[in-house]
Nanobody, 122 residues
């Protein structure tokens, strides 16, 4: 059973940076695409970015393109989300998630972490 745990959230000023980590346990991470999602207060959850199991394919929401970078270290069972030039509207709980084994990013997510809070404020 795949288990996901997010870390790295916190309070940052506008224009600052944070790196989120999604650590996996239970099965080899390279079996799974990993997506990052976020949910701001009073808003629906939205997809932020996704990376294929091998790391060769990535995608981003338009709102974060050019500012966020997703990457993965399968040897260490971790996926990262580097967030630069943060804006107040990036404030949200960030979740990592995975579809079924060997499924691509476009599939529904079966496994979810509990989230990490990112607050962008001065």
């Amino acid at each position: 059973q795949l288990q996901l745990v997010e870390s790295g959230g916190g309070l940052v000023q506008p224009g600052g940076s944070l790196r989120l980590s999604c650590s996996a346990s239970g099965v080899p991470l390279n079996y799974y695409a990993i997506g990052w999602f976020r949910q701001a207060p009073g808003k629906e959850r939205e997809g932020v970015s996704c990376i294929s199991g091998g790391g060769g394919s990535t995608n981003y929401a338009d709102s974060v393109k050019g500012r966020f970078t997703i990457s993965r270290d399968n040897a260490n069972n971790t996926v990262y989300l580097q967030m630069n030039s943060l804006k107040p509207e990036d404030t949200a709980v960030y979740y990592c998630a995975a579809p079924g084994r060997f499924k691509a990013c476009g599939y529904g997510m079966n496994y979810w972490g509990k989230g990490t809070l990112v607050t962008v404020a001065s």
